[in-house]
């Protein structure tokens, strides 16, 4: 668990205009914040510098007290997930959980012990050796999840992760991410366009218009119309 600041963070891509000015936001630890705002308003891109998947052009991002501009994706303590589910189709759902904490050489014993937890929080523990092809949507979702819950990260990133999923699944998949957040004290930072999943979500929210923090607050103060 860690607290995330955003200090004037901005970017402007090469050949581009400026996608993200100016934004200087502090997440609390175990905070779920949400990012929201129409197409294009730089949710994506913000959030993708704290993954390090985007280089930050102005300010800095520091996960704790770590200012983590020049720390490489894997070394950030950070979970991505994302809409594409991101799942390996040649593997069960047992080696995708495991591949990324084999690939830094955690034991095996400890492997198993962070998958079966995982499974067993998200309810996956029925299809550990089906292969992401043999499950529903929702089951992919789950698993995706699963492979951030087994990194033990600090922070959980989430670009649109539901975006994918019908209505009703969706709806009962925001509930679940959001039970399973603060159950694990995890902070959390989420993009969405959708406002309802962000006043469901949030315990803060972060509204983003053309690059730059329009408004920010709970989801009875952005909301509240006078
Ligand atoms: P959102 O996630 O809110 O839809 P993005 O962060 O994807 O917004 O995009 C913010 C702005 O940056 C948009 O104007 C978009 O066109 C631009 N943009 C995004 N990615 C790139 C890129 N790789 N190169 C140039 N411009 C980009
Ligand atoms: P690693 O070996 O770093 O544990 P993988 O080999 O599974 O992870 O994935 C390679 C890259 O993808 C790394 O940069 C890692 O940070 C990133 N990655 C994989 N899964 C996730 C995830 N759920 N959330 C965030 N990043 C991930």
Redesign the pocket.
Known sequence: MASITLDRVGKTYPGGGQAVTDVSIRIADGEFLVLVGPSGCGKSTLLRMV?GLETISTGTVAIGDRVVNTV???DRD????FQNY?LYPHMTVRQNLA???K??GTPAAEIARRVDEAAAILEIGAFLDRKPRALSGGQRQRVAMG??IV?EPAAF?FDEPLSNLDAKLRLSMRGEIRLLQKRLGTTAIYVTHDQLEAMTLADRLVVLNGGRIEQIGTPMEVYRRP
């Open positions: 993954a490489e994706p894997a950070i979970a991505m997930v991101a591949y990324g904490l690939n830094r492979r951030a990194r990133l």
